[in-house]
T-cell receptor
Framework: QKEVEQDPGPLSVPEGAIVSLNCTYS??????FMWYRQYSRKGPELLMY????GNKEDGRFTAQVDKSSKYISLFIRDSQPSDSATYLC??????????FGTGTRLKVLA | ETGVTQTPRHLVMGMTNKKSLKCEQH?????MYWYKQSAKKPLELMFV???????ENNSVPSRFSPECPNSSHLFLHLHTLQPEDSALYLC??????????????FGPGTRLTVL
């Protein structure tokens, strides 16, 4: 079993839809949870950073962590074609050793 | 220049060539990283430097040789690579290795093709 599981997609949605991206994990020591966005031919860009459980909101983006279920989510409201990218989850127990998911490719159709 | 920059952006090399990848961070960070990103695989951590000292070598073959001359610059020297080494090589930096402020910021990557 992989430490972090992420559906690779692609996920196609119409413009304006609410998008839900998810990762599950097996290591209960993870305390820090990150979401990165990676456009084609670019490096990953840090979108959201959450410590422990709970929700964090930043504009159209909401990150949610459920440690009891070992499940994290990223919600994108009012999705735009410019949100089309690959979204990577990453997690850590508190050190530089991030464990990444394989990424979910999202396409928002105009 | 801002953030983390990498050169070259694209590199094609034969298996007998020697080449180097360069990374520079303009964030005043203390730690720098090399990652390998292959299709449909998670990012693989290769090397980690903190204050110019290597703290991690994640079982990387010796044909990859890192160098960190100062806290702003990181190199990856390549020698006698194999076609399976073709990938996107990403450099990242963070303020520190752990604790508050250790989020990692990535450069745009070098797309490497080994023929």
């Amino acid at each position: 079993q992989k430490e972090v599981e992420q559906d690779p997609g692609p996920l196609s949605v119409p413009e304006g839809a609410i998008v839900s991206l998810n990762c599950t994990y097996s290591n209960s020591a993870f305390q820090y949870f990150m979401w990165y966005r990676q456009y084609s031919r670019k490096g990953p860009e840090l979108l959201m950073y959450t410590y422990s459980s709970g929700n964090k909101e930043d504009g159209r983006f909401t990150a949610q962590v459920d440690k009891s279920s070992k499940y994290i989510s990223l919600f994108i409201r009012d999705s735009q074609p410019s949100d089309s990218a690959t979204y990577l989850c990453a997690m850590s127990s508190g050190t530089y050793k991030y464990i990444f998911g394989t990424g979910t490719r999202l396409k928002v159709l105009a | 220049e801002t953030g983390v920059t990498q050169t070259p952006r694209h590199l094609v090399m034969g298996m007998t060539n020697k080449k180097s990848l360069k990374c520079e961070q303009h964030l005043g960070h203390n730690a720098m990283y090399w990652y390998k990103q292959s299709a449909k695989k998670p990012l693989e951590l290769m090397f980690v430097y903190s204050l110019e000292e290597r703290v991690e070598n994640n079982s990387v073959p010796s044909r990859f040789s890192p160098e960190c001359p100062n806290s702003s610059h990181l190199f990856l020297h390549l020698h006698t690579l194999q076609p399976e080494d073709s990938a996107l090589y990403l450099c990242a930096s963070s303020q520190d290795l752990s604790g508050v402020g250790y989020e990692q910021f990535f450069g745009p990557g070098t797309r490497l093709t080994v023929l």
